[in-house]
């Protein structure tokens, strides 16, 4: 399903965004300027680079108020970005999206109680779309309906039902149905586990491994913790305050951590063998406000390592290795502290 593009000198991506920021407050105009008293603005995202390659898994990892949600919202072209480049299949992304390049990226939400009508039912939901996207003929729709509920998980039985009649993962797996429906390229998923029972998790989890392997669909997969995406990504991006700050290959990312903020995420995993994970690399307290993001290295509060240099430098996001990129002035010293029990590799 995915659209292979080559951008010229680049990787192939399904969707890239470069050094993309979003402030959120702040004057909006010259006059309101002269009117109020000094602006305070928040930069919700600072610079990002990322693309998804085509049939990937990318998730996108970090603490609350990281950023994650605004950079999925200016994926899907639900919030603008204050400066920055989106392109879409290699194209620029238009400002205000049209229908074809709204199509080929969608969303699937946290709750999908509320991203659901519950006043249509299912068949309703599903035929609208297909015939405003005129993706099928009239006469093809309740076939193409069944065949996108047999894709989730779910029976032809369910075209009548109201959202109100079905569990919590099931409202999930009809969410995702209506994300299909419109064949995009790409699916945005913003922690769609998160509100979910932890038996239902595994099966949604599940269903996103299918939906690549079976569609060849590319997925941002958005998640609080690494745990949730460490058997599902092919990459893992870390997000911390607004920042990229470390990309590489899942096995990579867990057995070699060159970023001390992804190495504590990693460390707050709970394992099955409880020996000494305490290295000095837990997580104290919450992420420094967006309003007053420190100097220097913006993890510096935080970091086990900081020095005098980090809080001089602000380190931007460097390739230290194949596919692997880390935001670390000590991205070396790190390397050579092995990650205890470090999590098994992916078969
Ligand atoms: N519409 C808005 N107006 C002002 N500030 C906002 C707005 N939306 C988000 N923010 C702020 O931007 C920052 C990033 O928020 P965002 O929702 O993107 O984080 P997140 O990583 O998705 O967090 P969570 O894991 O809690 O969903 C936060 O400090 C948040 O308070
Ligand atoms: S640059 Fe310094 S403070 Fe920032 S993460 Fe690396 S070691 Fe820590
Ligand atoms: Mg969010």
């Known amino acids: ?150 894709l989730v998980g779910l029976e032809e039985d369910v075209l009548g039902a109201y959202p109100s009649q079905f569990s919590g993962g099931q409202r999930q797996r009809l969410a995702i149905a209506r994300a299909l429906a419109v064949r995009p390229d790409v699916l945005i998923a913003d922690e769609p586990v998160s509100a979910l029972d932890v038996s239902v998790q595994a099966t949604i989890l599940e269903l996103f491994a299918t939906l690549r392997s079976e569609l060849g669909l590319s997925i941002l997969f958005i998640a609080h913790n690494l745990a949730v995406v460490q058997h599902l990504a092919d990459r893992v991006a870390v997000m911390y305050l607004g920042r990229i700050v470390e990309v590489a290959e899942t096995s990579a990312l867990f057995s070699a951590p060159r970023h001390p903020y992804t190495r504590a995420l990693i460390d707050s995993i709970p394992r099955m063998t409880e020996t000494s994970v305490n290295d000095g690399f837990e997580l104290d307290g919450e992420p420094p406000s967006p309003y007053d993001v420190p100097a220097g290295c913006r993890f510096h509060p935080r970091c086990p390592l900081a020095s005098e240099i980090c809080r001089e430098n602000d380190p931007p996001l460097l390739t230290i290795g194949p596919a692997h990129s880390s935001a670390c002035l000590k991205a070396d010293e790190l390397a050579a502290i092995p990650v205890p029990n470090a999590p098994q590799e992916r078969a």
């Open 1 to 150: 399903m995915s659209t292979a593009v080559q951008d010229p000198g680049l990787e192939p991506s399904v969707l890239r965004v470069s050094a993309l920021t979003k402030r959120y407050g702040g004057h909006s105009s010259w006059l309101s300027r002269l009117t109020s008293g000094p602006s305070v603005s928040l930069k919700a995202l600072d610079g990002i680079d990322l693309h998804l390659r085509p049939g990937e898994i990318l998730a996108l990892v970090g603490e609350s108020g990281s950023g994650k949600s605004t950079l999925a919202k200016i994926l899907v072209g639900s919030a603008t970005p204050t400066s920055g480049a989106v392109s879409v299949a290699g194209q620029p992304a238009p400002a205000r999206r049209d229908k074809e390049s709204s199509r080929r990226v969608q969303m699937v939400f946290q709750d999908p109680y509320s991203s659901l009508n519950p006043r249509i039912t299912v068949g309703k939901m599903l035929s609208e779309l297909l015939l405003l996207h005129r993706i099928v003929p009239r006469s093809e729709v309740r076939a193409e309906s069944v065949r996108l509920l047999n």
